[in-house]
């Protein structure tokens, strides 16, 4: 459980004052609490391990008298009553977050717990896809917000992020919009209303050039007989209670192919937005998508499973035409059995284990003169942390760079035509990481950057290499 509810705990057992809604000057502190580096890993690691563990309904009704009123009424049923439903998200919203929502009854009340989970993943995917920026103050697109406005709430409480969030039902955006007002982020929310012919990426309509991220939870259904036939062949009744009014349910293609128009859009704004993310109901529909990905030449996708409970689950899927990878974990999140080429290629990899040598100082500084050696752009290697970030223009380990680079040096005047290293643009850059544990020592690789895959490949044999080479050296 997080910090608050720890609080509120001791509110319950009568160790502190009771528990009241922030007010203006509080929620100004605890925005400019974001910008404190210091705060961030505390922060980050609160809001991590927030729901590791399910939401204890008894701790609950203790903290919380509106919760506590309809628990006890009705925690036979809790989750087939909308009004029990509507309280949770509020409850949790108010004890961790300090937020607080109003919603109307005939529109869907999001779960917390699955769009925190959401949040924390497009937090890791834009961190580990830099290279030396994380938790960096970012601005995001929530593609049909709904009443709740959830995601840019939590994305303000949780991060130094800004919102556009975006709608195309009237009675939705006047519920976000009050949302928005209640916890006094006008200035860092900004609701737009849309149609259904409009572009679901406004950048240009809004005279915006780039974003950091969008997000999306799109209708699951293609039409309501559609709906109607998906809960007809449940073996059980839903999980939770649905309020969801038809415009966020239904829509044409369902929700591949709603996603399917933010591609179409992604393949002409390209990387003016960072990465395209978005939510699905369904695995199938991940399939399917992931295939669209490839048919339209996009290497660069992430996926992950987002687990709401024991037994309700959503995937997530994320595509970039730019060139920064995110780390393994990140981008390959799913660990139940999906079909064959769903996952993303490898980004990482363990090149040697082996005992601990005598001097791991001199094994890791002769393991880093030797990567040195490499015609890179750049080469940093960190002698404390064992580590170094590398960029290269080309696969310039293997022996067909060093053969066409020798002919270019042949032919070229080198004084006139060689362009400064840093100029060059890095098709392949790499991190490496020594890691030494009681009895033996690790190194690990992982593709930081580029859309080759067969040069992180071919990259992996080259330190393999060297450490056969200082294995024979030593011999």
């Known amino acids: 459980m997080g910090e608050k509810r720890k609080t509120e705990r001791q509110v319950a057992d009568g160790s502190s004052a009771p528990y009241k809604q922030p007010d203006t000057e509080k929620q100004m502190a605890n925005e400019a609490n974001l910008n404190f580096s210091e705060d961030d890993a505390a922060r980050d690691r609160r809001f991590a391990g927030l729901y590791a563990e399910p939401p204890n309904f008894n701790e609950l009704a203790l903290l919380d008298p509106d919760f506590d009123e309809v628990w006890n009424k009705h925690n036979a049923n809790f989750f087939n009553n909308p009004k029990c439903v509507m309280q949770l998200t509020k409850t949790l919203l108010k004890l961790d977050f300090d937020l607080q929502i109003e919603l109307p009854d005939d529109r869907l009340c999001p779960p917390v717990t699955n769009r925190h989970n ?90 915006i050039a780039t974003i950091d991220f969008t997000m999306n939870n799109p209708p699951f259904y293609k039409s309501e007989e559609d709906m109607a036939n998906s809960a007809a062949q449940k073996s059980r009744p839903p999980l939770s209670a649905c309020t ?29 937005v960072q990465w395209y993310t978005a939510m699905f109901g369904f695995l199938t529909s991940l399939v399917d998508f992931v295939k669209k990905l490839r048919d339209n030449d996009i290497d660069n996708y992430a996926v992950t499973e987002l687990v709401q409970g024991s037994k309700t689950r959503r995937w997530a899927i994320a595509w970039s035409f730019g060139t920064m990878r995110p780390a393994q974990d990140v981008a390959r999140g799913i660990n139940t059995a999906v079909p064959k080429g769903i996952l993303p290629d490898s980004t990482e990899a363990e090149i040697v284990i082996m005992p601990l040598p005598k001097n791991i100082g001199n094994f890791a500084e002769s393991f880093s003169d030797a990567v040195a050696k490499l015609e890179l752009i750049s080469w940093d290697w960190n002698r404390v942390r064992l580590e170094g970030i590398g960029r290269a223009v080309d696969k310039v380990w293997g022996r067909a760079w060093r053969r066409r680079r020798k002919r ?10 060689q362009v400064s290293r840093e100029e060059e643009a890095c098709a392949f850059a790499f991190k490496l990481f020594i890691r030494v544990e009681k009895e033996q020592v690790l190194v690990k690789c992982r593709w930081v950057e580029g859309h080759d895959a067969t040069a992180f490949e071919s990259f992996q044999g080259f330190l393999r290499s060297i450490r056969r080479s200082l294995l024979d050296s030593k011999t």
């Open 244 to 272: 969801g009014a038809k415009v966020e349910m239904v829509t044409d293609g369902g929700e591949v192919g709603f996603v399917d128009r933010i591609l179409r859009e992604s393949l002409v704004l390209r990387e003016r």
């Open 118 to 207: 959401y949040l924390l993943w497009l937090k890791c995917l834009l961190d580990t896809s830099s290279y030396d920026n994380p938790g960096r103050k970012a601005v995001g697109l929530d593609i049909g917000t709904g009443a709740s406005c959830i995601y840019p709430l939590l994305g303000c409480t949780e991060r130094p992020w800004s919102f556009i969030a975006t709608d195309i039902d009237e009675r939705s955006l006047e519920y976000a919009r009050k949302n928005v007002a209640l916890n006094h982020l006008q200035h860092r929310i900004n609701v737009v209303q849309r149609k259904p012919e409009d572009s679901v990426i406004p950048l240009d309509d809004l005279g």
């Open 408 to 417: 270019e040096m042949e032919v070229e005047n080198k004084q006139e035509n």
